[in-house]
């Protein structure tokens, strides 16, 4: 079987660069929060920074295109001027820390955009964790359709359980040139990255990981492999296979197997990585009425302690259901039935219970809904046998601990 794994070119600021204020974080954190982006910007002023190529997705509007070009501008301006430099064909280790978190491994890599779908039934390698929203997409296209260079917050992951692939190579790291080492901005902990220039070895064991023996004694008996779940970025991801489904229209076929839009740039991560933290992902209900709170009361019986908050009565103590596959589908299947009929209502999703408090306190006539973690231990083995979990169902670490821009590839 091809590997579906490449070692891109990837793209690195130049040394004159001020790492701290080019790395941002994923643009789909703090929605409803724009003042963090506010402040981001303060603070990055007029310096190279990938914040002046991505679009935060608290400023999308009906009007994005003056907002996208200038992202195009401005990427192209810095190919041009040399800001971003190619440092050849390479894996990126990757050593996160936070203040929630000492270590978290990382593997930043390219993999084939052929070999992934969110939808089941094509049994694909790199597969969807979440439900994907397919209203989601166009938006993000537009950003990237004429992108030259893609800056991923693309977390995928492997059931790596005897830790041998990602923590083998950072225990040999002192072999590794040091790429970068430097703060993270915005309370985002520190970073370093080491360049790993042997990748056919990695690429090697990572394809062991769909050997059918290995398999069958994590899963038992089953036709089906996957090699890669989504973590983050399931949409970024789900954009760039359709962005790429249009390029190949205008390519000829025989230019398909290189051509550098059909290999997306992703962040790989060991399911097993103790520094690897799911937490749920809170919801926050805006412009509801007093039926909002009737209806909801009636679906919180189970066995997890979660919370309902609202300015004015604070917290309040609900019970939902355990298994958070079932307590995310139970209450977005609430929100979603109340939203159609309540046409001024809206949910943003948040991480993290000081953040959601903070997002309904400056709202007017808004709710915050707590949901259950799930075990991490459960992913795999749920998306082989039964497909993806409602959206929205986990999230990899708190907002601050989310993945920051670093590395970019050109797509054109």
Not at 114 to 130: C, K, M, Q, W
Not at 246 to 252: A, F, L, R, S
Not at 369 to 374: E, G, M
Request: aromatic residues 8%; proline residues 5%.
């Amino acid at each position: 079987m091809k590997s579906i794994i490449k070692a891109p070119n990837v793209l690195m600021p130049n040394e004159k660069v001020d790492m701290t204020k080019w790395a941002v974080v994923a643009c789909d954190q703090f929605t409803s929060q724009p003042e963090y982006w506010q402040k981001l910007a303060e603070f990055v002023g007029d310096a190279p920074s990938t914040l002046n190529v991505i679009f935060p997705e608290a400023y999308l509007s009906k009007d994005n295109q003056p907002i996208i070009d200038n992202i195009n501008a401005n990427m192209k301006k810095y190919l041009e001027q040399g800001i971003w430099k190619d440092i050849g064909k390479c894996m990126v280790l990757v050593d996160r820390r936070t203040a929630l978190t000492p270590r978290r491994l990382g593997l930043v890599l390219a993999v084939d955009l052929e070999a992934y779908s969110f939808v089941r039934e094509d049994h694909a390698l790199i597969r969807a964790t979440e439900g994907t929203v397919i209203e989601r997409i166009p938006p993000r296209k537009k950003i990237r359709i004429n992108a030259p260079v893609e800056l991923p917050h693309i977390m995928l992951l492997i059931d790596d359980r005897e830790q041998k692939i990602i923590e083998n190579l950072y225990e040999n790291r002192e072999s590794l040139e040091k790429l970068y080492d430097f703060d993270l901005n915005m309370d985002g902990g520190h970073i370093t990255g080491y360049k790993i220039t042997d990748t056919d070895a990695v690429i090697e064991k990572l394809n062991k990981l769909m050997d059918k023996d290995y398999l069958k004694r994590l899963y038992g008996d089953s036709d089906e492999v996957m090699q890669f779940a989504v973590g983050d970025g399931n949409h970024s991801l789900a954009t760039a296979k359709a962005c790429w489904e249009e390029i190949k229209k205008t390519v000829p076929q025989d230019q398909w197997d290189t051509h550098p839009a059909r290999f997306a740039l992703v962040e790989v991560e060991n399911l097993h990585d103790q520094g690897l933290v799911f937490e749920p992902i809170h919801r926050a209900v805006f412009n509801v009425e007093k039926d909002f709170f009737d209806g909801f009361k009636a679906i919180c019986n189970g066995e997890a302690d979660c919370l309902i908050y609202t300015a004015d009565k604070g917290e309040e103590k609900i019970k939902l259901p355990k298994n958070a596959a079932v307590a995310v589908g139970r209450v977005q299947e609430y929100i979603d039935a109340y939203i159609k009929t309540h046409p001024n209502a809206s949910v943003d999703y948040v991480h993290g219970l000081e953040d959601l408090k903070g997002v309904v306190d400056k709202a007017k006539d808004a709710v915050g809904i707590t949901l259950p973690p799930l075990d991490k231990n459960d992913l795999f083995d749920y998306v082989l046998k039964v497909g993806a979990f409602p959206r929205k169902t986990f999230s990899m670490g708190e907002a601050a601990e989310k993945r920051y821009y670093v590395e970019s590839k050109k797509i054109r």
